[in-house]
């Protein structure tokens, strides 16, 4: 046996990890022996699925408590039908944004700014950094884990070295640093982040997005050598940015003819303001058309005519 293969992954008793499709994150369910919790919820389009797979794995148990790791839309889209769905339920959601839930803001909350879609819901908690939050049986940590998001925070479990890093890293790589679009310096909270991640010293990471991993030292140092491209060539990481939001919404609609994403980027913020700010050379029209066809080369889309279909 080779012994700098990954050892294979050990979770808590009671813990059961959902990996879904794009765009919906990976969501993480704890049953104890008097509560049950789930971190995160999913994008809108899928709350069905996500729903479907909460009720079949609880049986007959209601879901006691909602934890959202930070509030892009694919993390808690799925809040308003669990909501619906088990009116007990309690939600915590990180500090930061909690006003703007509080009072529905789908500007400030960024659903506008991006073009992507998030129902309505409440929350009860908010998940303060440097304490505690016990889910199932279990107590974990909460660290706050700016960077891809000012506002995220992510979940250490010390006994089993458990952690749930949302975006914050991947096995390759880490999510868009949305503050970097909105004119923040946000790379180096990426690093420090990634430092924090390091100190904690996981043996196992539930990801954001993607299969659960053991071999977090390479992933770590990937995402740095990643983030030191970023900080090398900004317009890379825009370019990158541009490519993501495009194919979020092509994994929303699953197909659409192409005017119907130019339309969509003239009237998306963010959108607008990297073209704006970093492609100004190139029409609107045909920026886009090169990043879908830059989707279409990676195996990401495929294009018949003036349709787009999703692929992957």
């Not at 080779?2 to 990996?19: E, I, K, M, S, Y």
């Not at 679009?181 to 010293?201: C, P, Y």
């Not at 053991?214 to 050598?225: H, L, N, S």
Request: glycine content about 8%.
């Amino acid at each position: 046996m080779n012994p700098q293969a990954p050892q294979r992954p050990q979770l808590p008793p009671g813990l059961t990890v959902f990996q879904r499709g794009w765009p919906s994150p990976t969501n993480i369910l704890l049953q104890g022996r008097q509560a049950t919790a789930l971190v995160d919820s999913g994008y809108g389009t899928h709350a069905p699925q996500t729903l479907a797979l909460v009720r079949a794995a609880l049986g007959a148990r209601p879901l006691d408590l909602l934890v959202n790791t930070h509030l892009h839309s694919d993390h808690c889209g799925g809040n308003a039908a669990l909501q619906a769905a088990f009116p007990a339920l309690q939600t915590h959601i990180p500090p930061g944004l909690a006003r703007h839930v509080r009072d529905w803001d789908a500007e400030a909350l960024t659903y506008a700014p991006t073009g992507q879609t998030c129902p309505p819901f409440s929350f009860d908690e908010v998940l303060v950094p440097g304490t505690e939050i016990t889910l199932g049986d279990t107590a974990w940590q909460v660290h706050a884990a700016p960077g891809h998001d000012t506002h995220s925070v992510i979940l250490f479990e010390p006994a089993a070295r458990v952690l749930i890093s949302a975006d914050a890293l991947w096995e390759r790589g880490f999510g868009v640093v949305f503050p970097e679009l909105e004119g923040e310096d946000a790379f180096a909270e990426v690093g420090e982040t990634l430092d924090l991640i390091a100190s904690l010293s996981p043996a196992t990471v539930i990801p954001g997005h993607g299969a659960v991993f053991t071999g977090v030292d390479a992933a770590i140092a990937y995402a740095r050598e990643r983030l030191d491209g970023f900080v090398a060539q900004p317009a890379r990481h825009v370019r990158h940015a541009a490519k993501v939001l495009l194919k979020f919404k092509l994994l929303e609609l699953q197909s659409a003819p192409l005017d119907r994403f130019i339309d969509w980027a003239h009237t998306t913020p963010y959108f607008a303001l990297m073209h704006r700010v970093h492609a100004v050379d190139a029409a609107l029209p045909q920026w886009v058309e090169t990043l879908l066809a830059e989707l279409e080369r990676a195996g990401a889309a495929r294009r018949e005519g003036t349709l787009i279909l999703n692929v992957g």
